[in-house]
């Protein structure tokens, strides 16, 4: 259970990051850069240490697809991103993946 809860730190950290990109204007604004360097460091940190209990395809799959699940909702919400029906699927389909690999595969670890 414990290397879930690096996972999902993992997640939030890299979510945090890839959301102050934006506001840290190529890395001209102090504050948000900071923010990104540090949210990555924690990410491939917390994501080093679930590879000790997750396999490196399975840990990964989960990683970037939640991360870009969650990026998108926050630009949609903070940036006024907007997604078509299309983008909708997209990002259904990506939790769908994620879903399938946790709950139905045998290559992932429970």
Request: charged share 10%; glycine share 10%; proline share 2%.
């Amino acid at each position: 259970m414990k290397n879930w809860l690096f996972m999902a730190t993992a997640i939030i950290s890299e979510v945090i990051a890839t959301s102050a990109l934006k506001s840290s204007e190529g890395f001209t604004r102090l504050v948000p850069s900071f923010i990104v360097v540090a949210g990555y460091a924690a990410a491939f940190y917390f994501l080093s240490l679930t590879l000790k209990s997750i396999p490196v395809g399975i840990a990964y799959a989960v990683w970037s697809g939640l991360g870009i699940v969650l990026v998108t909702a926050i630009a949609w919400v903070l940036h006024g991103q907007k997604l078509d029906m299309w983008g909708f699927v997209g990002v259904g389909f990506i939790i769908s993946g994620v879903a399938v690999l946790n709950l139905l595969s045998k290559a992932s670890v429970h």
